[in-house]
């Protein structure tokens, strides 16, 4: 996959982050983070308000599950070490895929923007709603 098509697919990602209202992963706890490291939302080249991408903080992590511990990229098990770590110096912290390859992608780490009002965001359940039924 080139670079061109990697940043025309985060931009892409980032139109779609902005109309559904994407926001960055948090998490509640470390057991939290264990369970649900994989739910880390698609941005792109999007921000959302009241948050700031921290530069220079990314995480390059294996998407393929065939990563090394010796390789650049972060293994799965890495990812959730280094979350943990970064949960330390602020548990607020948020995390969003920024850049997708084909067997990689960059995960940028979000800070709250101090006196942003914090808005309540519904998740999406995994399991749809079963048909309504008209009757006539």
């Known amino acids: 996959m080139s670079y061109e098509m990697i ?3 985060s931009r892409e990602q980032g139109r779609k982050a902005r109309r559904l ?3 960055p992963r948090t998490f509640a706890s470390d057991a939290e983070v264990e369970r ?3 739910t880390v939302p698609f941005l792109g080249d999007y921000t959302p308000r009241g948050w700031r991408h ?4 990314d995480l390059f992590v294996d998407k393929s599950g065939l990563g090394q511990v010796d390789e650049p990229a972060l293994t799965e098990s890495g990812f959730v070490d280094r979350i943990l770590e970064l949960r330390l110096e602020d548990p607020a912290y948020g995390f969003a895929i920024i850049e997708e390859g084909q067997f990689q992608v960059y995960v940028g780490v ?3 923007q101090p006196g942003a009002g914090r808005k309540r965001t519904v998740r999406v359940s995994a399991t749809p ?3 309504v039924e ?3």
Do not use: I
């Not at 921290?54 to 903080?57: D, E, P, S, Y």
């Open 54 to 57: 921290l530069q220079g903080r």
């Open 36 to 38: 649900e490291y994989r």
């Open 134 to 136: 008209v009757k006539p």
């Open 21 to 23: 209202g994407k926001k």
């Open 110 to 112: 979000f800070q709250r």
């Open 7 to 9: 940043q025309a697919l």
């Open 129 to 131: 709603l079963p048909p």
